[in-house]
C-alpha cells in the first residue's frame, strides 16, 4: 500500500510516520508539513531517519490511503479531494467523528467545511464498529480522551446495567494538546507544566459530544447524559480515565467483570486488568488497560482505563484502522509491546 500522510511533522503525524515505516505492508510515498515544506524528513525530525522523504506541500504522487493529522477544521479540507476520489481516508482530527454538523460546529466553534460528506464517514473504533470499517472509505479517527472512556463503559452501556447519567474524569500528558497546543518557549511550557496539574475545558471540551454521542448510539438512546472533565498532567504521554455511572440494580464485582470479561476476550488490544491500570503499563503501545470495579457503598460502576495517547490514542488507532480497511490481519505493524518503566 502506498501510503500518504498529511502533516507528518506533528506529533500524531511523526508518530504515525514511525509506526509505518515498520509495516510490512505498508510503504510511505509523499509527506506533507506546512511549515517544514523543502526540508527532508530526518533534517526537522532526526529520529525518523529511515523515512528519508521530502516534506512537500501537497501529496503530489498516488495514493493507496491518506492520513490527515491537521488540526481540526483545516483536516476535512485537506483531505476532500481524496474522499471525492474515493482514496481510502483516515481523519486523525476531530472533522468526522461528530456526524451532526452544528453540534460540531459547537464544540469546535469553526463552520464544517464539508457537511456534506459526513454521512460518508465510519467512527473509526473496532471494538464497537469493526464490521463497518471493513467497508468503508473514510474514518474519523477517535480522540485520545473518547478512546479510553467509549472504551471503559461500552460493555456496561451494551449490556444495560447503568443509567446515563455518566461522569469522566479524565488525565492527559502534555503531547495530548499537540504540537501546535504548546508554548513556543520550551523554557515556559516546562515551569508551567512542571509538578502542576490542571483542569479545563470545564464549559464544555471538544471531546464531550463525541463521547455521549457514542455511548447513546451504543444503547440507541437519543442523548447520553455526560459530564467530562479533562486534566493536564505533568506527563509526556498517557491517559487515565476514571468513569462513573450509577447501577440501576445491585451487582457484584464478579458480575461486573465478567461483562467486561464476555465483550473484551477476543479484542487483541484491549485487556481487562486484575488490578489499577498505569499509564506506563501502555506507554508506547497500542494497548488499552481496562479496570471495572463496584463502589458498593453507593452502587455505583466505576471504570479505570488506560492507554498512550499518540498510539491507541492517535496514530496506532490510525494503524489498526488502516489494516481493517485493507482487509489486513488488524494486528499488522502494531505488535510491539509497553515500555516500562
Given at each position: ?256 467483570r465478567d461483562i467486561y470479561q464476555d465483550y473484551y476476550g477476543n479484542e487483541p488490544f484491549v485487556h ?70
Amino acid at each position: 500500500m502506498k501510503v500518504g500522510i498529511i502533516n507528518v511533522t506533528g506529533y500524531s503525524g511523526s508518530e504515525l510516520a514511525r509506526l509505518l515505516s515498520r509495516h510490512p505492508e505498508a510503504e510511505i510515498v509523499s509527506v506533507t508539513g506546512r511549515s517544514a515544506a523543502g526540508k527532508r524528513v530526518p533534517e526537522v525530525m532526526p529520529y525518523l531517519w529511515n523515512v528519508d522523504l521530502p516534506i512537500t506541500e501537497n501529496i503530489e504522487v498516488s495514493v493507496d490511503v491518506v492520513f490527515s493529522a491537521l488540526p481540526s477544521g483545516a483536516s476535512a479540507i485537506a483531505l476532500s479531494p481524496f474522499i471525492k476520489d474515493e482514496i481510502k481516508s483516515i481523519d486523525i482530527a476531530a472533522d468526522f467523528r461528530i456526524r451532526d454538523a452544528a453540534s460540531f460546529e459547537k464544540a469546535y466553534n469553526v463552520t464544517h467545511p464539508v457537511p456534506e460528506l459526513l454521512d460518508k464517514a465510519v467512527y473509526g473504533m473496532p471494538e464497537i464498529h469493526r464490521s463497518a470499517i471493513k467497508s468503508t472509505k473514510l474514518v474519523a479517527n477517535p480522540g485520545c480522551y473518547p478512546e479510553a472512556s467509549i472504551l471503559a463503559l461500552a460493555p456496561a452501556m451494551i449490556s444495560n446495567i447503568v443509567s446515563s447519567e455518566i461522569i469522566i474524569d479524565a488525565k492527559s500528558g502534555i503531547s495530548g494538546a499537540g504540537r501546535g497546543g504548546l508554548s513556543s518557549n520550551l523554557m515556559d511550557l516546562y515551569a508551567e507544566a512542571n509538578e502542576n496539574v490542571i483542569a479545563y475545558g470545564l464549559d464544555g471540551h471538544g471531546h464531550k459530544p463525541e463521547i455521549a454521542q457514542e455511548l447513546a448510539q451504543l444503547r440507541n438512546d437519543k442523548i447520553a447524559r455526560v459530564t467530562f472533565i479533562p486534566h493536564r498532567i505533568p506527563m509526556t504521554r498517557g491517559i487515565l480515565s476514571t468513569c462513573y455511572a450509577p447501577l440501576k440494580s445491585p451487582m457484584t464485582k464478579g458480575e461486573v467483570r465478567d461483562i467486561y470479561q464476555d465483550y473484551y476476550g477476543n479484542e487483541p488490544f484491549v485487556h481487562v486488568t486484575n488490578v489499577p491500570p498505569q499509564t506506563k503499563h501502555t506507554l508506547g503501545s497500542n494497548n488499552c488497560l481496562i479496570y471495572p470495579t463496584i463502589d458498593e457503598e453507593t452502587e455505583r460502576l466505576v471504570v479505570v482505563s488506560c492507554l498512550d495517547n499518540l498510539v491507541k490514542g492517535a496514530a496506532g488507532q490510525a494503524v489498526q484502522n488502516m489494516n481493517l480497511m485493507f482487509g489486513l490481519e488488524e494486528t499488522t505493524g502494531l505488535k510491539n509491546p509497553s515500555l516500562y518503566p
